[in-house]
């Protein structure tokens, strides 16, 4: 079975400009949630997609947005990149078949840095 | 709300040195807990896990047990090699009670010298 797959892996962008990024689940999984890893702040959830709808949210601002397709592939937006959006992007994603706990797998993540 | 907490890194061993990196929560519920291992330039693997009390997890020599009593979930390993260097992860998952988010300690960076 593939892993979650990541594109691009390598990203370079200026201040203002906006980014794109990609995820494709494990095939079955319909979850799918995001997080940001900076050396200063660890690892900091974004938010959770699941059959198309956002379920859960961390505290990011409205810069941040994403979206899941019908075949669970799912995409986060940054608009107006600032210095501080450098950073790893992870995605994880579960497929929920346990009712008890969240067993996540990641894709090795996008590695965004704004200049 | 729920919380895990770590000990900070970084953690410098020599190899074949005896580990213990160590993670508590805060939980209302029921969690599962979980490590996970994220290798240089990698995403985050899991390690292992244990749903209930008393369980044990174990994977690569690898062993943490879920400790409700003192609320605990340490991660031991009895001889680490230089290929163990990574960051380490505690997390819990506490189901439908939190809507299956994982709740994140702040990681603990291993470095092991030859």
């Known amino acids: 079975k593939a892993g979650v797959t990541q594109t691009p892996r390598y990203l370079i962008k200026t201040r203002g400009q906006q980014v794109t990024l990609s995820c494709s689940p494990i095939?079955?999984?319909?979850?799918v949630s995001w997080y940001q890893q900076t050396p200063g702040q660890g690892l900091q959830f974004l938010f959770e997609y699941f059959s198309e709808t956002q379920r859960n949210k961390g505290n990011f601002p409205g810069r941040f947005s994403g979206r899941q397709f019908s075949n669970s592939r799912s995409e986060m937006n940054v608009s107006t990149l600032e210095l501080g959006d450098s950073a790893l992007y992870l995605c994880?994603?579960?497929?929920?078949?346990?009712?008890?706990?969240?067993?996540?797998?990641f894709g090795p993540g996008t590695r965004l840095t704004v200049l | 709300g729920d919380s895990v907490t770590q000990m900070e890194g970084p953690v410098t061993l020599s190899e074949e040195a005896f580990l213990t990196i160590n993670c508590t929560y805060t939980?209302?519920?029921?969690?599962?807990l979980f490590w996970y291992v994220q290798y240089p330039g990698e995403g985050l693997q899991l390690l292992l896990k244990a749903t209930k009390a008393d369980d044990k997890g174990s994977n690569k020599g690898f062993e943490a047990t879920y400790r409700k009593e003192t609320t605990s979930f340490h991660l031991e390993k009895g001889s680490v090699q230089v290929s163990d260097s990574a960051v380490y992860f505690c997390a819990l998952s506490d189901g439908r009670r939190s809507n299956y988010q994982l709740i994140w300690g702040a990681g603990t960076k291993l470095i092991i010298k030859p």
């Open positions: 095939s079955g999984h319909r979850s």
């Open positions: 939980a209302t519920g029921y969690p599962s």
């Open positions: 994880a994603s579960s497929s929920l078949t346990s009712v008890s706990y969240n067993e996540q797998f």
